[in-house]
């Protein structure tokens, strides 16, 4: 069974940093062969793409966070990475982790990870 575990969120203030941690288990294939990555959720709003990461490595950002966040992955560790600086009170959202492969047809989400930014 896919495990699919956030950790690292929290509060911080404007301006600060976080570093978010999402580690898969149970996935049948070597985990470079999935794409990944951190979605976000706002109260009252639709879930937005944040940060991707394809299985050649080459990575892809929303642009309100381009230049600000890093997603990054650990290929032994089956972990993936998001580095969070310069935050912002817009930057407040449940962070989930997603993990994917159509040709497998695999689409694995974790619960999610509260992030705040107080005004």
């Known amino acids: 069974q896919v495990q699919v575990v956030e950790s690292g969120g929290g509060l911080v203030h404007p301006g600060g940093s976080l570093r978010l941690s999402c580690a898969f288990s149970?996935?049948?294939?070597?985990?470079?062969?999935?794409?990944s990555g951190w979605y976000r959720q706002a109260p009252g709003k639709q879930r937005d793409m944040v940060a991707t990461?394809?299985?050649?490595?080459?990575?892809n950002y929303e642009d309100r966070v381009e230049g600000r966040f890093t997603i990054s992955r650990d290929i032994a560790k089956d972990t993936i990475y998001l580095q969070m600086d310069n935050l912002a009170p817009e930057d407040t959202a449940v962070y989930y982790c997603?993990?994917?492969?159509?040709?497998?047809?695999?689409?694995?989400w974790g619960r999610g990870t509260q992030v705040t930014v107080p005004d």
């Open positions: 149970g996935i049948d294939f070597t985990f470079d062969t999935y794409f």
């Open positions: 990461i394809n299985p050649a490595g080459t990575t």
């Open positions: 997603n993990i994917n492969q159509p040709i497998l047809r695999h689409d694995f």
